[in-house]
Nanobody, 119 residues
C-alpha cells in the first residue's frame, strides 16, 4: 500500500508565500514523476508543476517565475514553494506521484490541501 500526505496549506494574503510538502510512504520501489495539481471551485483539476526523476521541471504558464517545485529522492518527498501568490491561485492543491510498488507503476494522489489567497 502506498500513500501520499500533503501539508502546508492555509490562508495567505496576496503577494505572500506558502510552502507545500508531500511525503510518500508505504511499499515503494521507485518514484517516477512527482507533481502538484490544483482544482478551484467549478474548474477542472490542472497541472501546476511536475518534476520527473531526472530532475528537470515543468510549470503551468500561470505560475512560472512564482512557484518552484523540488524533490528529495532519499526522503520520498516533493515540495512546492509558492511566492507572489494571487487570489486566482486559490484552490485545493493535490500531490501526485507515479510509483512502482514492485508490482508495476500506478498514479497515486494525496487527499488535497486548501490554499486560500485573500486579503
Amino acid at each position: 500500500q502506498v500513500s501520499l500526505v500533503e501539508s502546508g496549506g492555509g490562508l495567505v494574503q496576496p503577494g505572500g508565500s506558502l510552502r507545500l510538502s508531500c511525503a510518500a510512504s508505504g511499499r515503494i520501489v521507485r518514484i517516477h514523476t512527482m507533481a502538484w495539481y490544483r482544482q478551484a471551485p467549478g474548474k477542472q483539476r490542472e497541472l501546476v508543476a511536475e518534476i520527473p526523476s531526472g530532475g528537470y521541471t515543468n510549470y503551468a504558464d500561470s505560475v512560472k517565475g512564482r512557484f518552484t517545485i523540488s524533490r528529495d529522492n532519499a526522503a520520498n518527498t516533493v515540495q512546492l514553494q509558492m511566492s507572489s501568490l494571487k487570489p486566482e491561485d486559490t484552490a485545493v492543491y493535490y500531490c501526485n506521484a507515479r510509483i512502482n510498488n514492485g508490482f508495476g507503476s500506478s498514479d497515486y494522489w494525496g487527499q488535497g490541501t486548501q490554499v486560500t489567497v485573500s486579503s
